[in-house]
Every structure is written in C-alpha cells, then in structure tokens.
C-alpha cells in the first residue's frame, strides 16, 4: 500500500473526529451561555458575575455580599479596567504586521498582574462575608457545592 493511499484511508475519520469535537465544544459552550443566560463577556467579568450571582442568595446573605464589596468596588472596577485595557492591547499587537514579542508578552503580564488585584480582592471580600456569616449558614453553603 502507497503512502498517499494510507494517508487517504485515516483522513476523512480524522476529519470527522475534528468536526465531532468542535461541535460537541460549542454546543457545550452554547448550553452552558443559554442556561445560564448571561453573554461571554459578562461571564468572564468577576464584577458582573459577582452582582448576577448575588441576586440568587437570601436577603440576609446578598446585604451580607453587597456591603462586603461595597466598599471594594472602586478597586474592583479598576483591576477589571485594567484587564480589558490589557487585552485590547494584547489584541492590537497581534494584528500588527509586526509581531513583537516582548511587548506581546509584557500586555499578558499586565493583565495577570490586574486580574491578581481582582481576585486578591474577592478573596478579601469572600473572606469578609464568611467571618460575619454565622458557622451553620457558612456550613450549609458549603454543603451546597459539588465535591470531586
């Protein structure tokens, strides 16, 4: 048997398992925006998902949220600037003719270091909210997520 003929013969499955799993990935993905109803970018926004997430919680506990990050919004705010600010620049230097890696690479370190002031200041806010939650409430929250 040729090469040409074997290469032909493992083609077209490798085609359709390409296909296969793109499809299942952006059904996957589709499923997961449609149900939790809320567009990429605002899933990938700890803010927005922050202020979406605490219109499930019970009164107690969503005034509990809301005054711990109350007083972390502005800096929240602008660690989430930063990042889209980053990624914009990150997106420019890509479609330049040009690719310059240092600078490529200095725009994903600042978006890192942005998106560690944000998650620095959810976990002082997560941590906030838990001290003033009472121990049986934090331990029924707690049950409440899957275990691996």
Do not use: C
């Amino acid at each position: 048997m040729s090469g040409g003929a074997t290469r032909s013969r493992w083609l077209w499955p490798l085609l359709v398992a390409s296909l296969s799993v793109n499809i299942l990935l952006g059904a996957y993905v589709g499923t997961l925006m449609w149900r939790l109803d809320m567009p990429l970018a605002e899933a990938t926004d700890p803010v927005r998902l922050l202020t979406r997430a605490t219109g499930f919680l019970p009164a107690d506990d969503r005034r509990l949220v809301e005054a711990a990050f109350r007083s972390r919004q502005a800096a929240l705010t602008t660690s989430e600037a930063g990042v889209r600010q980053a990624r914009d620049r990150i997106v420019a230097l890509l479609q330049a003719p040009e690719l310059d890696e240092p600078a490529v690479r200095a725009a994903f370190a600042e978006a890192r270091d942005w998106r560690l002031k944000t998650f620095g200041e959810l976990v002082d806010g997560v941590l906030t909210v838990l001290r003033e939650m009472p121990p049986e409430r934090r331990r029924e929250l707690m049950g409440n997520f899957p275990r691996t």
